[in-house]
């Protein structure tokens, strides 16, 4: 089998394996069986119901059906369906003997982070499983202990006759459990150290990186190939690198993951997503018939030009050939016509105007030039998410005569900290509106506040009162940032969108209310324009709950046939922690330094996200530098294709509900 380096020019000889997925066979470089499903949703379902199909199975034959379980985010999806199966369907879990693949050292059992708490939560205190049938790695134990209880938990998994069926996510970096890079084939259960990169990643469920426990206890990766059978379950653009090292490449310590192609029933369930990075998506011309459309043509030259450092203008009939694409030659003739034509692709895309350019026929242009003015709104997850992401686009719409309505979709203030709270408490605007009704006394609410972080534990949840001034720390920093765009206040909407108002990191499901709310703002308004967050690699999952929002919304409106709907337009932004693909990209708004400069002073109005902010994921970097240095990239990017070099870009996709 070839590994494909992106740097590595190859020729069209390749060393294609068959691999059946969903149904169909397709040509591939892929070691493991890939089920590819259009969402977590449909994805996890599937998975669901070949559990329920094995735990049947096992009752049928009068036997105990032992399963090996993940924790962290990708399995809630799952859990939430098995759990809905035992209460709709009657699967009972009375002859489920459960393993889990690992736990944090040291945790607390009763600790919100902890797995044996997240499993309680989300599986085992919704079904029938019989508690002595529950085994959970101990976090609690003393150090010098650990050792012992772990071959035990290797005794009680053989005792129980082996694992029938292990369910696994994928860490970034192609861990699994938490075997992290380095881990060898032999190994079994143990204590280990966690990467920075993994403590990093997991983050988002501490208030900051130095509470995120350095160990953990996990399976080797020799426990869980003895498997009968292995499903991993991969959901999200971050995990795209991962899954495709772990399919493609050679199997190896470097990517844990990997070493799963030695088993003889695995298979990967993944989200399109997640398998954005297999060659068959990434780059199908590699892997058989591919069928020529615009699309395809824009991805295959524009990554080919990337690889070869090369303008789309200068490539040749030979790069097109040593490179997989001669099949588009024959399809489509020279070099030089395929060239133009993605030349025309990318400089159509980019506009200054992004609301469309007034009193002007522009056929290629990404917006419509009537009507003008229009109504746009921009929806924006959490309060500082309309600059961070598109805080030069922002502007524009605004100095170029539309009337932009910004709606704040969720309070954010899980995202202020304590310390930034306690530098606030002695401003008094707004107190009135959130004193609850028993401070009958001036200055109550303050006291009592006061009083509360002084005595806050690591991991407890905030009072309703803490929350409430959390989130009016961040209203006053949106309402700042709108007028410092020219916003009219009137234009300025906040939603506090129930599903997000838990006070932890897990919300709730997007539910009819959330919906409702959101019908109700697009009715008011009649937009021609909606700008919504496309950014899914949000590790909190907040900013695809909101934009499922926005969609339901729309949909609903267009159902009931509202006339205004046929002229509104969906156009998708990426946030602080992702960028669109180049070849995706539809419209790009390019910015000058003044106007960058301007963005960041915008940016740094949110004071309470400035220099460290509770969960804010892997990357440590500041959101004004993240999104400086991505809108940067794009525009070189677009500059070494051969366009214009701009000082920076903000990017745009459509979406057609």
């Known amino acids: 089998m070839h590994y494909i380096n992106k740097a590595t020019p190859i020729k069209q000889t390749q060393a294609m394996s068959k691999q059946q997925t969903s149904g169909n066979y397709i040509d591939s470089l892929e070691k493991i069986s890939v089920n590819i499903q259009a969402d977590v949703k449909s994805g996890s379902k599937v998975i669901a119901q070949t559990i329920a199909n094995l735990i049947r199975q096992k009752q049928q034959q009068g036997q105990n059906c032992v399963l090996g379980l993940a924790t962290g985010s990708s399995p809630k999806t799952l859990y939430a369906e098995l759990a809905r199966m035992h209460k709709e369907e009657g699967l009972s879990f009375g002859n489920v003997i459960s393993f889990n693949l690992d736990e944090y050292y040291p945790i607390s059992k009763e600790a919100p982070q902890s797995y044996n708490r997240f499993m309680h939560n989300h599986l085992f205190d919704q079904v029938d499983i019989k508690p002595e049938n529950i085994h959970i790695p101990n976090g609690e134990i003393k150090k010098e202990d650990i050792k012992a209880a772990c071959a035990d938990y290797e005794k009680q998994i053989e005792a129980a006759g082996g694992i029938d069926l292990q369910i696994l996510g994928i860490g970034n970096n192609g861990h699994i459990g938490f075997n992290e890079p380095g881990s060898g084939i032999y190994t079994r259960t143990r204590l280990v150290n966690l990467t920075n990169s993994t403590r990093l990643a997991n983050a988002y469920e501490f208030a900051n990186i130095s509470e995120v426990p350095r160990m953990a206890i996990t399976m080797g990766i020799s426990t869980i190939m003895k498997s009968r059978q292995i499903i991993l379950m991969a959901w999200g653009p971050a995990k795209a690198i991962a899954v495709k090292k772990a399919v493609e ?33 990434k780059s199908p011309w590699l892997t058989g018939d591919c069928e020529w459309t615009a699309k395809t043509i824009k991805k295959a030259v524009v990554n080919m030009a990337l690889q070869l450092g090369k303008t789309v203008l200068s490539l040749t009939n030979e790069d097109y050939n040593d490179n997989g694409l001669s099949d588009l030659l024959v399809e489509k003739g020279d070099a030089y016509e395929i060239n133009l034509e993605v030349y025309y692709m990318l400089r159509d895309s980019i506009t200054g105007w992004p609301g469309g350019k007034p009193n002007a026929v522009i056929p290629a242009h990404p917006e419509r030039s009537e009507p003008y003015p229009k109504k746009c709104i921009i929806f924006s997850p959490h309060p500082d998410d309309d600059i961070i ?269």
């Open 249 to 281: 490449d050679e199997d190896s310590e470097i990517v844990p993951a990997s070493f799963l192609q030695n088993h003889d029933n695995v298979s990967f369930v993944l989200d399109e997503a997640a398998a954005a990075g297999l060659t068959r998506i």
């Open 389 to 657: 992401s598109m805080g030069g686009t922002f502007q524009r719409l605004h100095d170029q005569g539309h009337e932009v309505h910004v709606a704040y979709q969720t309070s954010g203030n899980i995202a202020v900290t304590d310390e930034f709270v306690t530098r606030f408490l002695d401003f008094a605007v707004g107190f009135n509106q959130i004193a609850d009704i028993n401070s009958d006394k001036p200055g109550q609410i303050l006291s009592e506040a006061k009083t509360y972080i002084s005595g806050k534990k690591p991991g407890q949840v905030d009072s309703p009162t803490i929350r409430s001034l959390k989130g009016l720390i961040r209203r006053g920093e949106a309402k700042a940032t709108c007028n410092y765009v020219g916003i009219d206040p009137n234009n300025v909407h906040f939603q506090n969108l129930p599903f997000y108002e838990t006070g932890t990191i897990e919300k709730k499901p997007l539910g009819e209310e959330d919906v409702e709310l959101t019908i109700q703002l697009l009715r008011e308004v009649k937009p021609q324009q909606v700008f919504c967050a496309g950014d899914f690699a949000d590790p909190h999952g907040t900013h695809l709950v909101c934009f499922n929002a926005v969609l339901k919304a729309l949909q609903r409106i267009k159902a009931d046939g509202d006339e205004w709907i046929h002229d509104c337009w969906l156009w998708l932004y990426k946030g602080a922690w992702q960028e669109w693909d180049i070849e995706d990209i539809e419209m790009a708004i390019p910015m000058s330094p003044a106007q960058v400069l301007k963005k960041r002073f915008g940016i740094f109005i949110h004071q309470s996200q400035k220099d460290s902010v509770p969960f804010q994921g892997s990357d440590d970097r500041e959101f004004w530098q993240r999104a400086e240095e991505r809108n940067a990239a794009t525009a070189k990017i677009f500059a070494d294709l051969g366009l214009t070099h701009y000082a920076a870009m903000e990017a745009f996709v459509r979406w057609q509900y």
